[in-house]
């Protein structure tokens, strides 16, 4: 019997059992109970008052608005058996509610499915049993403006708070913090560089109960979460608790893009649009309609975003998106991941080799242990990379440009690019430059912005 079902058949359900919220002098904190079979979980949120703005206060929707990160915060215990049930018994949700939520995690989990070789249907995988009706009535008027803007440390984000600095002054700046990593040094470095303060930052604290790292070690099942929607309902909170109307994320188009060809196995599922129009969909049925939650990258590709990233060299030496590296200090990259070999490719055709090996201390196109990473990005593999990393055409697009760039120079092509032109067939009549993706919910005032930058 395989490592998940006998887990399945010793905890087959997980329940959402309550959640305290804690109104302090100077904080908001909510406790979260999970319980599976003997182990029970409390993880925390806590947000300093002094990230709340909002002096008027629907304390019955905040309260749903925190009951519903519970829903998704869940995901984190869940993977540990992968449960056949999840019994609800903080509040009660209907079944479209269910469906959103069963749908987020079988293709959120889709690699944590994948690798840990659990093979179950959609329909069979989990059901939802509900032991409550507690129900929230409120009311919400439209007073809400501005911008609540992710920030991640990586380039996407660098270059939305570029496009947003004309209405700075209506923008907040968006982190969430876990105890499990340290803190971000990257993305606190990404908005000072960009001309915001401390007091333009607001923080959503999400503590992970350190009982699920010691399960993960026993042996219990572990693997990729889709975190930006955690992402997307811990935003939606402060978004409401700062008066704010746009939740922006920057999700590129790329992310649509799945990790195993004919399946739906997407690292990135939780980037893409098919999640972001259901997550829309979610906030205005059940939340509000009047604070809305959209990718301001999507339009775009991971090429564009890069071509116009380029043009800010004062952010260089400031951005990271190497996750391995954020798991530790997060100020330098590893350079041995397939997300930093990504990054190297798609920025080379915009900035030269030797100003790009300095801001990764070496150059990776000239490191042969990241030939089989190489090929994998390129698509010349079985797998993609499981990374947020763009497409396929992307990654050659890049790779013919930069050769062409080196031979007009006159200079020597490096290994992995060497080995590119002598084994693969590269042909870039495709002009990934001047694609823009109609299919994304950007508003008209910044399709404008997009368009003007490209």
């Known amino acids: 019997?395989?490592?998940?079902?006998?887990?399945?058949?010793?905890?087959?359900?997980?329940?959402?059992?309550?959640?305290?919220?804690?109104?302090?002098?100077?904080?908001?904190?909510?406790?979260?109970?999970?319980?599976?079979?003997?182990?029970?979980?409390?993880?925390?949120?806590?947000?300093?008052?002094?990230?709340?703005?909002?002096?008027?206060?629907?304390?019955?929707?905040?309260?749903?608005?925190?009951?519903?990160?519970?829903?998704?915060?869940?995901?984190?215990?869940?993977?540990?058996?992968?449960?056949?049930?999840?019994?609800?018994?903080?509040?009660?949700?209907?079944?479209?509610?269910?469906?959103?939520?069963?749908?987020?995690?079988?293709?959120?989990?889709?690699?944590?499915?994948?690798?840990?070789?659990?093979?179950?249907?959609?329909?069979?995988?989990?059901?939802?049993?509900?032991?409550?009706?507690?129900?929230?009535?409120?009311?919400?008027?439209?007073?809400?403006?501005?911008?609540?803007?992710?920030?991640?440390?990586?380039?996407?984000?660098?270059?939305?708070?570029?496009?947003?600095?004309?209405?700075?002054?209506?923008?907040?700046?968006?982190?969430?913090?876990?105890?499990?990593?340290?803190?971000?040094?990257?993305?606190?470095?990404?908005?000072?560089?960009?001309?915001?303060?401390?007091?333009?930052?607001?923080?959503?604290?999400?503590?992970?109960?350190?009982?699920?790292?010691?399960?993960?070690?026993?042996?219990?099942?572990?693997?990729?979460?889709?975190?930006?929607?955690?992402?997307?309902?811990?935003?939606?909170?402060?978004?409401?608790?700062?008066?704010?109307?746009?939740?922006?994320?920057?999700?590129?188009?790329?992310?649509?893009?799945?990790?195993?060809?004919?399946?739906?196995?997407?690292h990135q599922y939780s980037k893409s649009i098919e999640f972001e129009s259901d997550f829309r969909n979610y906030c205005e049925k059940y939340l509000s309609c009047h604070i809305e939650y959209f990718s301001l990258l999507r339009p775009l590709l991971e090429i564009q975003i890069a071509k116009i990233f380029a043009k800010y060299p004062k952010y260089y030496h400031i951005f990271r998106s190497c996750n391995l590296s954020s798991k530790n200090t997060g100020t330098n990259w590893c350079c041995s991941c397939p997300k930093c070999l990504f990054i190297f490719i798609i920025l080379s055709p915009y900035i030269n080799l030797e100003t790009l090996s300095s801001i990764f201390s070496t150059n990776l196109l000239e490191k042969p242990e990241l030939l089989n990473t190489f090929i994998e990005l390129l698509g010349y593999s079985s797998n993609k990379p499981f990374e947020c990393v763009g497409t396929f055409d992307e990654v050659r697009y890049a790779c013919n440009k930069t050769i062409r760039n080196l031979t007009q120079e006159n200079k020597k092509l490096p290994y992995l690019l060497k080995y590119y032109q002598e084994h693969y067939n590269h042909n870039d009549n495709i002009q990934l430059e001047q694609y823009f993706n109609p299919n994304n919910y950007v508003p008209k005032k910044y399709i404008e912005k997009l368009k003007k930058e490209l």
Do not use: W
């Open 1 to 266: 019997m395989a490592n998940y079902q006998v887990l399945r058949e010793k905890y087959p359900t997980i329940t959402y059992k309550n959640y305290e919220i804690i109104n302090n002098s100077n904080s908001l904190k909510v406790i979260y109970t999970y319980i599976l079979g003997e182990y029970t979980f409390t993880p925390s949120v806590t947000i300093s008052k002094k990230y709340i703005t909002n002096s008027n206060i629907n304390h019955n929707f905040l309260e749903m608005l925190f009951f519903n990160y519970g829903l998704v915060n869940i995901i984190n215990y869940y993977k540990l058996s992968c449960p056949k049930e999840i019994i609800i018994e903080a509040a009660f949700i209907d079944q479209t509610q269910i469906n959103f939520f069963k749908k987020l995690i079988f293709n959120g989990l889709s690699e944590y499915f994948y690798r840990n070789k659990i093979d179950l249907s959609y329909d069979e995988f989990v059901q939802f049993i509900i032991k409550s009706d507690k129900k929230f009535k409120f009311h919400i008027d439209d007073k809400f403006d501005g911008n609540l803007i992710l920030i991640g440390g990586g380039k996407d984000s660098i270059v939305s708070l570029e496009l947003l600095k004309e209405e700075q002054e209506k923008n907040l700046c968006f982190l969430l913090e876990r105890n499990i990593y340290p803190k971000n040094a990257p993305s606190y470095n990404s908005i000072y560089q960009a001309g915001y303060t401390d007091d333009d930052i607001v923080i959503f604290d999400a503590e992970i109960d350190n009982l699920l790292l010691q399960l993960n070690k026993e042996g219990f099942l572990n693997g990729h979460i889709p975190f930006s929607s955690q992402l997307a309902f811990a935003s939606y909170i402060m978004a409401y608790l700062n008066n704010k109307k746009y939740i922006i994320v920057s999700n590129e188009a790329s992310s649509n893009e799945g990790n195993i060809e004919g399946s739906n196995i997407n």
